[in-house]
């Protein structure tokens, strides 16, 4: 079966990927341009990254090889080594239950069943 949720605590990293219900798009940790890694959207039919995301580089995660995407609360995180960047801008979401991969290649934050923030569209209602 196809996995399109990330889930609260899951993390995503280079070993893992989310695709959306479709199977077009993909979401996972990729080299992009050489040795720093990249959060992407792939479009497996148009073979092409679709929009991708740098993790903030600071001096004290520089060197950290270690990077992934997680789901805290309502807040989804990108990290290299301990320091995050937040996907959502400074829109405030408290809790959310999962996010999801669209069949349009969009991400969505989702509460009680309805989506509250879209990767294109920003909040929602």
């Not at 060197?63 to 990290?79: D, H, K, Q």
Request: charged content about 25%.
């Amino acid at each position: 079966p196809i996995n399109s949720n990330l889930r609260q605590g899951e993390r995503l990293d280079g070993y893992k990927r989310i695709t959306s219900p479709n199977g077009r798009y993909y979401l996972t940790i990729k080299p992009i341009n050489g040795f720093k890694k990249d959060l992407i959207i792939y479009d497996d039919i148009e073979s092409k990254i679709i929009w991708s995301r740098t993790p903030n580089i600071k001096l004290s995660n520089f060197n950290s090889t270690t990077v992934y995407c997680e789901l805290r609360g309502g807040e989804l995180l990108l990290f290299q080594g301990r320091v995050s960047r937040l996907m959502t801008g400074d829109v405030s979401l408290n809790y959310v239950h999962y996010a999801r991969l669209t069949n349009e290649g969009d991400i969505e934050l989702i509460k009680n069943n309805i989506p509250v923030w879209s990767l294109f569209r920003g909040k929602l209602n």
